[in-house]
């Protein structure tokens, strides 16, 4: 079992639509979440990270946490071409972050 | 937030040599990593680069192949070496930026992308 597991995708979303990205851990102890985004080509880029249960919002983004199920998730509103990306999911416990494979994102015009 | 540099951003190499890829900071930083992320997937953690001191691998990941340098707070190196085509690979490094908050989030380099023929 992968500690970290997300849906490779694509995802399609027409554009304006909300995206939504699911992320599951395996190691219950983990304490803080985060979400990359990463064009092709370029490197990660943070866009959110969560540490409680409960939403967080930034802007188009929320983030969503719920340690008893070992899930995040992030979704994207009012998505845009601009949004048609690979989202890592990064998970760390003690020390090193684990890396998600990624899902990605295409927004349709 | 951090400033990363790496160099080079990419190259084409034969089969055998070696090729050290740098990384500056432009502030002193505790943690740098090195990763890697092969086509088409996630990243996969190298090694922790210690400033003075060893590196320290992650299974899977050896000293003799991947050696590695950090002599200061702001840079280091990655070697790979003796390459084979299944080193063709993007090597990023990261640091881990504590803010006030302690939220120890990491940040990229630009990446360097090897072929290896």
């Known amino acids: 079992q992968k500690e970290v597991e997300q849906n490779s995708g694509p995802l399609s979303v027409p554009e304006g639509a909300i995206a939504s990205l699911n992320c599951t851990y395996s190691d219950r102890g983990s304490q803080s979440f985060f979400w990359y985004r990463q064009y092709s080509g370029k490197s990660p880029e943070l866009i959110m990270f969560?540490?409680?249960?409960g939403d967080k919002e930034d802007g188009r983004f929320t983030a969503q946490l719920n340690k008893a199920s070992q899930y995040v998730s992030l979704l994207i509103r009012d998505s845009q071409p601009s949004d048609s990306a690979t989202y890592l999911c990064?998970?760390?416990?003690?020390?090193?972050?684990?890396f998600g494979a990624g899902t990605q994102v295409v927004v349709t015009p | 937030s951090a400033v990363i540099s790496q160099k080079p951003s990419r190259d084409i190499c034969q089969r055998g040599t070696s090729l050290t890829i740098q990384c500056q900071v432009d502030?002193?930083?505790?943690?740098m990593f090195w990763y890697r992320q092969q086509p088409g997937q996630s990243l996969t953690l190298i090694a922790t680069a210690n400033q003075g001191s060893e590196a320290t691998y992650e299974s899977g990941f050896v000293i003799d192949k991947f050696p590695i340098s950090r002599p200061n707070l702001t840079f280091s190196t990655l070697t790979v070496s003796n390459m084979s085509p299944e080193d063709s690979s993007i090597y990023l490094c990261?640091?881990?930026?504590?803010?006030?908050?302690?939220?120890?989030?990491?940040?990229f380099g630009e990446g360097s992308r090897l072929t290896v023929l």
């Open positions: 990064a998970v760390r416990g003690w020390g090193k972050l684990q």
């Open positions: 502030s002193q930083v505790t943690m």
């Open positions: 969560i540490y409680s249960n």
């Open positions: 990261s640091v881990e930026v504590r803010a006030p908050a302690n939220t120890g989030e990491l940040f």
